[in-house]
């Protein structure tokens, strides 16, 4: 029973670090052109002139 003193605020600490790491991502703009991103995988670079 004693892991559980060490294992609960263990959790709970990483429950609470996925939270503030989500919250970065949103306002950090990560998710603002998804659709993009996933067209911009399917180009072809040879297509695109050299400059």
């Known amino acids: 029973m004693k892991i ?3 294992l609960a605020p263990m959790s709970l ?3 609470i670090a ?4 989500f919250l970065w ?3 950090s703009g990560q998710y603002e052109d998804i659709r993009g991103a996933s067209e911009r ?3 072809d670079d040879d297509d695109r ?3």
């Open 4 to 6: 559980l003193l060490i």
């Open 25 to 27: 991502t949103l306002r």
């Open 13 to 15: 600490a990483l429950g």
């Open 41 to 43: 995988i399917l180009i």
């Open 18 to 21: 996925a939270v503030i790491a």
């Open 49 to 51: 002139p050299d400059t």
